[in-house]
């Protein structure tokens, strides 16, 4: 049986940070960084209504791909952990259930540029291949979001995608995407380089 993010033991440490599964009292704290226009400039939803906000944050199928990262018991940050089937032919479809996740993250500004990000999603990166057994992991960033990008290249991810005038941002503009990945054996590899 596959394990999930609800069969690990938590939280999980790194150096720095603490990493656990959101909970419905994270809402307000997430809030404080989530409303700021420069965090959610590229993300799937402008968190503009606190009560909006809230409301989607505590929905299950939410909350079940959500973690936070905790500084010094301060949440400054989140990640997403989706677990996902990837593509196969008809036949296959039962050994290619939930063996892939999509990543996303969002750090406080007044936390950025520490490297808390990469220390996190390097985290995130272990337990997806150690601990949950996926195959790939991926990402998606809007080419222009180049801090995220770094962020991915920095944890060892690949660009395998440039998808052009293909994502359609909230000002109106469609803009090139890029499709990130790693595989779970070649990150193996790299723990013994
Ligand atoms: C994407 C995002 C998390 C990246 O944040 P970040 O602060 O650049 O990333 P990190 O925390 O890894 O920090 C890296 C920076 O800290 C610096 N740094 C300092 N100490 C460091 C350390 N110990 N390790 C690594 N980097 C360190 C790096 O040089 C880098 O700075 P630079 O970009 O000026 O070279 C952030 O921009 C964000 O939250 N954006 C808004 C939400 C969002 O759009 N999410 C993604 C949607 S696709």
Redesign the pocket.
Known sequence: VPRTIDDLSWPTRTERLSLRPAEPADADDTWRYRRLP??Y???TTAATDQDEYRARFVLPERLAKQLVIELDGRII?DLMLAVEDPYSQFEMRAQAVGVQAEL????DPDY????????AVEELIRICFAELGLRRVIA??FSV?E??W??ME?VGMRREQHAVREALHRSGAWLDEYGYALLMDEWAARQHG
Do not use: A, I, M
Request: net charge neutral; hydrophobic share 20%; glycine share 20%.
């Open positions: 420069p965090v400039e590229w993300s940050g996303g993250w969002s750090l950025q540029g520490k490297g808390y990000g990469t220390e998606n960033c979001h801090p995220s770094q962020l920095r």
